[in-house]
T-cell receptor, first 112, second 114 residues
Framework: AQSVTQLDSHVSVSEGTPVLLRCNYSSSYSPSLFWYVQHPNKGLQLLLKYTSAATLVKGINGFEAEFKKSETSFHLTKPSAHMSDAAEYFCVVSERYSTLTFGKGTMLLVSP | NAGVTQTPKFQVLKTGQSMTLQCAQDMNHNSMYWYRQDPGMGLRLIYYSASEGTTDKGEVPNGYNVSRLNKREFSLRLESAAPSQTSVYFC?????????????FGQGTRLTVV
């Protein structure tokens, strides 16, 4: 069975400082992994996805994530936070021929 | 390019009332999903339809029914609403139910049951 754990429910950063949102997964097979972002009162938008190609995945808005099989992790990073990055972020895992399983979310707060 | 459209955006129901949430996608996707989002719980799958004519239960199906009306439309019905069904509901679609395809989400329906 697949599952995902987001290690922080809230992360606070200052504008211009790096962002790190942590995610660990569990999967019986080689999974696909995703990060989605949800801005307040909006739907979810795909940031990036890993599907067994390069382990370092680049997404939109300067975000990237690294797949580390030995650590079963897929942490999301960004070198410099912007005010517009304030949102809730979801790490998602999926095995082949399986639906998406969401983590509980990490709220990113960005202060001026 | 509308993507995934959900109606209504907001709804207040009294306990015991029924209602249907509508969802339509214009991307010619085979698979459609209904999720509910509750604070601190992430999104949990209620039902999904892998292809037209099929539906399957997800993680939290109790109290809900679905209909895949055609390839475009997938509705969610609450037959007798309960306060525990107060939530934000999201419809999504993807090309297929396979592990590496992107899911596209609607804007959500905020439902309150009093």
């Amino acid at each position: 069975a697949q599952s995902v754990t987001q290690l922080d429910s809230h992360v606070s950063v200052s504008e211009g400082t790096p962002v790190l949102l942590r995610c660990n997964y569990s999967s019986s097979y080689s999974p696909s992994l995703f990060w989605y972002v949800q801005h307040p009162n909006k739907g979810l938008q795909l940031l990036l996805k890993y599907t067994s190609a390069a382990t370092l995945v680049k997404g939109i808005n300067g975000f990237e994530a690294e797949f580390k099989k030995s650590e079963t992790s897929f942490h999301l990073t960004k070198p410099s936070a912007h005010m517009s990055d304030a949102a809730e972020y979801f790490c998602v895992v999926s095995e082949r021929y399986s639906t998406l399983t969401f983590g509980k979310g990490t709220m990113l707060l960005v202060s001026p | 390019n509308a993507g995934v459209t959900q109606t209504p955006k907001f709804q207040v129901l009294k306990t015991g009332q029924s209602m249907t949430l509508q969802c339509a996608q214009d991307m010619n996707h085979n698979s459609m999903y209904w999720y509910r989002q509750d604070p601190g719980m992430g999104l949990r799958l209620i039902y999904y339809s892998a292809s037209e004519g099929t539906t399957d239960k997800g993680e939290v199906p109790n109290g809900y029914n679905v209909s895949r009306l055609n390839k475009r439309e997938f509705s969610l019905r609450l037959e007798s609403a309960a306060p525990s069904q107060t939530s934000v509901y999201f419809c999504a679609s993807s090309e297929d139910v396979v592990g590496d395809t992107e899911a596209f989400f609607g804007q959500g329906t905020r439902l309150t049951v009093v």
